[in-house]
């Protein structure tokens, strides 16, 4: 199919799609089908991201955040083409008899009709609901184009921690807060060692020692500087707020698989690092554990999609974070 592929045509295909699916539906039962949608969810990936598991992903979430799930798969080479395959997601909730469905579109492109998907998606969107963009081809963010792509979206989630040269990561997404909702799962992964570090001090006895910290370090090993200039600039906030004027530092450390955060100061000494699958907090020598399974693709963005469109708390970290 040439690359002028006609939103219009689309539409129609998703009209006799309800149609069928809807004659289908009521069979001896009578039941029908629900049609479904509270968002436009467009997903962008690469030619080589596990397409099968992506869908599995997409599906798990439609029964609790339903949309018009929009999959563009990427392919780098090629001639400029777009094709499409339109098709119902459906589910059936326990108890009841009637099936509850969503819309999907796959649409293939090549990266050199990147220009043409907005012309294509944005018709497509549901009206008067917002529009989240899912960018896993993260190669696009340092291409012209990506700008377009991504102002047809109430908010662009996307992941980080792959992605070269943490710093200016974090800087380029900073700016492009200005213009658009922004959601890294590299901050998203953080939340269960917020909310561990957040209980430590709602000991009132270390609560009253919270002024007087001034160190925070956080090592990082592998792909976790991301993680850890999120982590750092969270706690340097936190703890500014509270009255602190805590030294922040971010250091690479071979010895840390992921992440270790240590705050110390006015005779209090805290430690979160993970062990396997668990989260260890030391408080002053005395330690204490919870799980903390790594958290897959769906955990994640069940988590950003839960959230409206602008998140005041990750957007100060990340003005901090691009600064440290």
């Given at each position: 199919m040439s690359?002028?592929?006609?939103?219009?045509?689309?539409?129609r295909e998703l009209s006799d799609l309800w149609t069928g699916t809807a004659a289908t539906g009521e069979g001896d039962s009578r039941q029908g089908v629900l049609r479904a949608c509270t968002m436009t969810l467009v997903v962008l990936s690469d030619e080589g991201d596990d397409f099968s598991a992506l869908g599995e992903t997409v599906a798990a979430l439609m029964p609790e955040y339903p949309a018009r799930a929009i999959l563009i798969r990427l392919h780098p080479d090629g001639p400029r083409s777009l094709s499409e395959r339109v098709y119902a997601q459906c589910w059936m909730p326990f108890g009841q008899?009637?099936?509850?469905?969503?819309?999907?579109?796959?649409?293939?492109?090549s990266d050199a009709a990147l220009a043409d998907l907005p012309g294509v998606v944005l018709p497509l969107a549901v009206a008067d609901?917002?529009?989240?963009?899912?960018?896993r081809a993260t190669r696009l963010l340092g291409m012209p184009v990506f700008r377009q792509i991504a102002a047809m979206a109430t908010r662009v989630i996307l992941d980080s921690a792959a992605m070269p040269d943490p710093r200016a990561t974090l800087g380029r997404l900073?700016?492009?807060?200005?213009?658009?909702?922004?959601?890294?799962?590299?901050?998203?992964?953080?939340?269960?060692?917020?909310?561990?570090l957040a209980q430590v001090f709602e000991n009132r006895e270390r609560l009253?020692?919270?002024?007087?910290?001034?160190?925070v370090r956080v090592a990082f090993g592998g792909t976790?500087?991301?993680?850890?200039r999120y982590m750092a600039a969270?706690?340097?906030?936190?703890?500014?707020?509270?009255?602190?004027?805590?030294?922040?530092?971010?250091?690479?450390?071979?010895?840390?698989?992921?992440?270790?955060?240590?705050?110390?100061?006015?005779?209090?000494?805290?430690t979160l690092h993970r062990e396997e699958q668990?989260?260890?907090?030391?408080?002053?020598?005395?330690?204490?554990?919870?799980?903390?399974?790594?958290?897959?693709?769906?955990?994640?963005?069940?988590?950003?999609?839960?959230?409206?469109?602008?998140?005041?708390?990750?957007?100060?970290?990340?003005?901090?974070?691009?600064?440290?």
């Open positions: 690359a002028a592929l006609s939103p219009d045509r689309i539409l008899r009637r099936q509850i469905c969503c819309e999907q579109i796959e649409i293939t492109a609901l917002p529009v989240i963009l899912w960018c900073a700016d492009a807060s200005a213009r658009v909702a922004i959601g890294d799962l590299a901050w998203t992964r953080l939340t269960r060692w917020r909310e561990m009253a020692h919270i002024a007087a910290i001034a160190r976790y500087e991301t993680g850890a969270w706690i340097a906030d936190a703890l500014r707020q509270a009255g602190a004027a805590p030294q922040a530092a971010v250091e690479p450390d071979p010895a840390v698989p992921t992440l270790r955060v240590e705050l110390s100061g006015g005779g209090l000494s805290v668990r989260l260890v907090v030391v408080i002053d020598g005395a330690s204490q554990c919870t799980n903390l399974p790594q958290p897959g693709d769906y955990i994640l963005m069940r988590e950003e999609l839960a959230l409206p469109r602008h998140d005041s708390v990750f957007e100060r970290t990340l003005a901090t974070a691009a600064r440290l």
